[in-house]
């Protein structure tokens, strides 16, 4: 039974390694990654559109996927899709660094998408939002500052490619995912209730007595499962509403993951500037990812998430129009907190709004919102690029885009009841 492991609620000890699989898992497949494009699309001789068309399947990948992720975890619990979606990884980098078409980078690239979807992310929300009830919001917004921090590795991967290589710095990070990713899967627990817990490290036994024998050890077993069905949350407005906000916001931010670096250099910026941009919108994107979670445990999660939405589309609006190095400065202090505030703020809403039932299957079917943004985005810029020259006519479109997220997170009806928690307002759903 883990009561309590050096005097600490054990659910601090699952955020930390939370926080540390979405740092490598982060670091290496997905901001990472910006770094191994214009390498890949100078030495095969692609144009950027088809190369750009590989991130685009991991936005395919997770509209399959994390929907079938998400009734796993349900089922199976975390552990075993974590320690899956390692081996993927590490299987993917091999298969990637050994390409010689198009078809293999597809391929290889749909592989790690899927190791990635199912190493980090719906697993540990789900972990996460049945540990915690009173400091949800601050524990999703220190997991996802395991991602917001993954940034840190862009310049090291920058270095390693522009001294070794690409395909021998991918064989390199298969190690690391390896032995850093594996020992932290085994950290995760699903619920706390087999454990003789409750959220928030609320002892069972402190339960009122169940009426008989029988249902009492029942309870010990059952994991505290409250809130809606996943059809009574695809009856729900907001459902739809939330899912919107996501579509709306992620053209900008699927198509900076993959083409930031890319843009920078073609309006003249050194390439580890370039790199160090990327760090600077994971690290600067923790004012909104721990900022606006603890924020979000206080206040409206509703406004926070229009403020972010507000500032992140200044921020690519910024981002398009960038033609020297100070730039970057206002371009990270609008973008990066307006993109790292919904990351915890939307599960959260998520979590207090349709409750921790089928926490997992929902999230999973949240990740439509973003597929559509994430398989056209990269590529349309790409494609911009090869017609004209430059990124700036897309990343216009997206910060308009963006702006639209604002008008549908206004219609949501969150309420928020005494305790501070949202509620539903099954009146107006």
Known sequence: MLNRLRGVFYGWWIVAASFFLLLICGGTAVYGFTAFFDPIYQEMGWSRAETSFAFSLRSVEGGIVQPIIGFFVDRIGTRKCIFTGI????????????????????????????????????????????????????????????????????????????NFGWRETLLVMVP?????????????????????????????ADDPPAPTAGEKAAALKAPEEVGLTIKECLATRTFWLMMFFTFFTSF??????????????????????SALTMTGITVFSLVGRLGLSWLGDIYSKK????ISAAMQAVGVFIFANISSAWMIIPFLVFYAPGFGGPIPLLPAIQADYFGTRAFASVRGLMALGYTIPGIIGPWFAGWICDMQGNYKTAFLIYAAMTLLAIPV??????????????????AVD
Request: no cysteine.
């Open 409 to 426: 997170m206004m219609m949501t009806t969150l309420t928020r009841g005494k305790t501070g928690a949202t509620r539903r307002d099954s």
């Open 303 to 306: 406004k926070l998430l229009i």
């Open 176 to 204: 690391v995912v390896l032995a850093i990713g594996i020992p932290l899967s085994m950290v995760i627990r699903h619920h706390p209730e087999p454990y003789g817990m409750r959220a928030d490290g609320k002892k069972l």
């Open 252 to 273: 900008a931010s699927s198509t900076i993951q993959v083409h930031e670096m890319s843009h920078l250099v073609n309006v003249g910026i050194s390439r580890d500037l």
């Open 87 to 162: 081996l993927l990884m590490g299987v993917a980098f091999v298969l990637i660094s050994h390409i010689s078409s198009l078809a293999t980078f597809y391929t290889g690239f749909f592989l790690l998408a899927m190791g990635n979807t199912f190493a980090s992310g719906i697993p540990e929300y789900a972990a996460i939002a049945a540990w915690f009830r009173k400091r949800r919001a601050l524990a999703l917004g220190i997991l996802t500052a395991g991602m917001g921090t993954s940034g840190i590795m862009t310049p090291i991967i920058t270095r390693l490619i522009d």
